[in-house]
């Protein structure tokens, strides 16, 4: 288990000083027992309000230890990386320290449950858990549930919802934060659907659950308003989907990213999405690209991604969990944490501020300036309001009805995906 060691951390030494009187006796002065006990009260009180100032302000001075659990590498260029950045933001404002442990999955660290990593975390002195998988689910609420006096994030998770199906109403020390990665999971789609030559777009998918769901239609749904808006048919845009089956490649245990990329392009598609938390797709549709292909590549989560095949990257969509974090932080020194569910919107007013807002996007050298400048005003419509695309008509995978006509999606309709969306083709289950 890593520590990560308080950045520009201050150590305040607070002195108490005891003064001891002498007392003397002489003919002319007299001490009643009730002055007696009347001073020795006053001293008292005295000293204990003193002695809980010092309390007080040497608890105000305690800094903040918090855990963090990742299911990948710290490093990975994806989702895990994205958290981690968000624990260096806090220990970079608060002077904090970070217990970290990455990795806790079947395949790297198969003897480690994530229950007894918080166990080993809160011996260690952390007040704050950050449990930064849907993985971590079931262990995050028994381990809420068996430090009730330990505050706890799941990143993701609908258990501080009082409408969700999950609600857990006696876990006041758990809350609940989420991105609202739809919303930028439109814009990649927009990027998409503006740069692709044939009409065939594909997305890599992890496992299947509503959040992959919700975000595979929301890419799909920026991607056919924006192929739309360049005069296009939207019955001739081809959108497919095929999951690997985990968050990221395990091998033999999931499909290979890459291999899935290749197929893809093999198939038609020119411009690949990614909703994994690492970085294959877009190597491997930067390695096509320099055979000569025209192709195109949509990473995700980590606003660095594009670094990785700038020429071909039509930009990332991706989170910046700091600020959040931080402020969770400062919720659990000041002692009014509350359990809640936020799925946070981009700041709207500077997607790409690192102070403010949760949900970023970084056009890539891949997109076109005028791809780029329809982007923007995709953005500021969906800023103003007068872009929603969860407004029906829109019907399943299957052709049933899901949103009537002029009918708009509610938070609990978009974050339950129950299936995919006509028009996208793949599995839904």
């Not at 999971?185 to 998918?205: D, E, F, P």
């Not at 402020?327 to 709207?348: H, K, L, R, S, Y």
């Amino acid at each position: 288990m890593k520590v990560t060691r308080p950045i520009g951390f201050v150590v305040l030494l607070a002195a108490l000083a005891l003064v001891a009187a002498a007392c003397g006796t002489s003919d002319d002065t007299t001490t009643t027992a009730t002055e007696t006990t009347a001073a020795t009260e006053t001293t008292e009180a005295t000293e204990a309000t003193e002695t809980t100032e010092a309390t007080e302000t040497t608890e105000a001075m305690e800094p903040l230890t918090f855990g963090m659990l990742l299911v990948g590498p710290e490093n990975d260029r994806g989702w895990s990386q994205a958290h981690f950045e968000g624990g260096q933001y806090i220990a970079e404002n608060l002077g904090a320290e970070m217990i970290v442990l990455d990795k806790i999955n079947t395949s790297d660290r198969p003897e480690t449950s994530a229950e007894t990593v918080i166990d080993e975390m809160v011996a260690a002195g952390a007040t704050l858990i950050f449990a930064t998988s849907n993985d971590f689910s079931d262990a995050v609420q028994a381990s809420a549930e068996k430090h009730p006096d330990v505050s706890m994030i799941f990143s993701s998770g609908d258990t501080a919802w009082e409408d969700g199906k999950a609600y857990r109403a006696d876990l006041p020390n758990l809350g609940n934060l989420m991105g609202e990665m739809t919303l930028g999971k439109m814009i990649a789609g927009c990027a998409a659907g503006l740069t692709t030559q044939n009409g065939h777009i594909a997305y890599l998918g992890p496992l299947i659950n509503d959040e992959t769901r919700r975000l595979v239609n929301s890419a799909y749904l920026g991607a056919r308003h924006c192929w739309e808006s360049l005069g296009n048919d939207p019955a001739d845009l081809e959108f497919e989907v095929n999951w690997i089956g985990f968050w990221f490649n395990i091998p033999g245990f999931t499909l290979d990213p890459t291999e899935v990329t290749n197929a893809f392009i093999d198939g038609g598609a020119d411009v690949v999405m990614s909703g994994i938390d690492t970085t294959e797709a877009i190597v491997r549709v930067g390695q096509r690209a320099e055979a000569g292909e025209a192709v195109w590549a949509v990473p995700y989560d980590f606003e660095g991604a594009c670094d990785e095949a700038p020429e071909v990257c039509l930009g990332v969509p991706y989170f910046n969990w700091g600020p959040s974090y931080l402020e969770t932080a400062n919720a659990v020194q000041d002692g009014t944490f509350a359990a809640t569910w936020q799925w946070i919107p981009p700041d709207w007013s500077d997607m790409n501020n690192r102070d403010t807002s949760m949900i970023g996007w970084l056009p890539g050298d891949g997109l076109a300036a005028d791809a780029n400048t329809a982007v923007d005003v995709f953005i500021a419509g969906l800023a103003d309001g007068s872009i929603n695309l969860y407004v029906g008509p829109l019907n399943n995978q299957d052709g049933s009805p899901w949103l009537a006509d002029g009918e708009e999606a509610t938070d609990f309709q978009v974050w339950y995906a129950e299936t995919l969306l006509e028009g996208v083709d793949g599995p839904a289950a």
